[in-house]
Each structure stands twice: as structure tokens, then as C-alpha cells.
């Protein structure tokens, strides 16, 4: 069993930063992939980001490339998300999500992750 952790959600302002954490705890943090997803409201579910079990590869989907940036440190039981340049329709409720077949499925698929995060909620205002 793991358990994720979400914070650094928050209000921000079109054309700022946020940085998003995940803690894990449980089982060895560093044989998981770990993604981040978000939900708007409405929406379905989507994935954002994904980085590999090692952190030697990463996965972006097309609205967030060039702006967001997963990275992950092994020694902390953290993965992190950056988000630069926000737009409001970036506004979503966020999770983190812990695969334990790293590379069984790809990195955007929610299939991929047996364990989600409660989420932190992320509102960008224009």
C-alpha cells in the first residue's frame, strides 16, 4: 500500500507559478512510476505529467509541454510538479498517482497507477 500526499495547490494569477508536491509513503517510493492528473469540473479526468521509477523518463501531455516540468527525488518520497505560465484553463482539481509496473503501460495512462492522491486544487484566475 502507498499513500500520496498533495499540496501546494493554491489562487494564481494567468501568466504565474505553482509547484506542486506529492509525498509518499509505504512501500519503496522509488519502484513506482508517478504521475500527475487533473480533473475539471464537468470534465473527465486527464493526465498531465508522468516521470519513470529512476526519473530518467518523462511524459507531458500537449497542453501543459513547455510549461510544466515532473521531476521526482527519490530520497524524499517526493515528486514534484512546476507549472509556469498558467492559464485558467489550467484550473483543475490535481492528483498524484503511483504505478507499481513501471513501463507495463504508458506513462499517460491512468491505467498505469494503482494509488491516487485526495488532490489539491489549483485556480488560476484571468
Known amino acids: 500500500q502507498v499513500q500520496l500526499v498533495e499540496s501546494g495547490g493554491g489562487l494564481v494569477q494567468a501568466g504565474g507559478s505553482l509547484r506542486l508536491s506529492c509525498q509518499a509513503s509505504?512501500?519503496?517510493?522509488?519502484?513506482?512510476?508517478m504521475g500527475w492528473f487533473r480533473q475539471a469540473p464537468g470534465k473527465e479526468r486527464e493526465s498531465v505529467a508522468g516521470i519513470s521509477s529512476s526519473g530518467g523518463r518523462t511524459y507531458y501531455a500537449n497542453s501543459v509541454k513547455g510549461r510544466f516540468t515532473i521531476s521526482r527525488d527519490n530520497a524524499k518520497n517526493t515528486v514534484y510538479l512546476e507549472m509556469n505560465s498558467l492559464k485558467p484553463e489550467d484550473t483543475a482539481v490535481y492528483y498524484c498517482a503511483a504505478g507499481s509496473r513501471p513501463g507495463a503501460l504508458p506513462m499517460g495512462s491512468k491505467y498505469l497507477y494503482d494509488y491516487w492522491g485526495q488532490g489539491t486544487q489549483v485556480t488560476v484566475s484571468s
Open positions: 509505504g512501500r519503496t517510493f522509488s519502484n513506482y512510476a
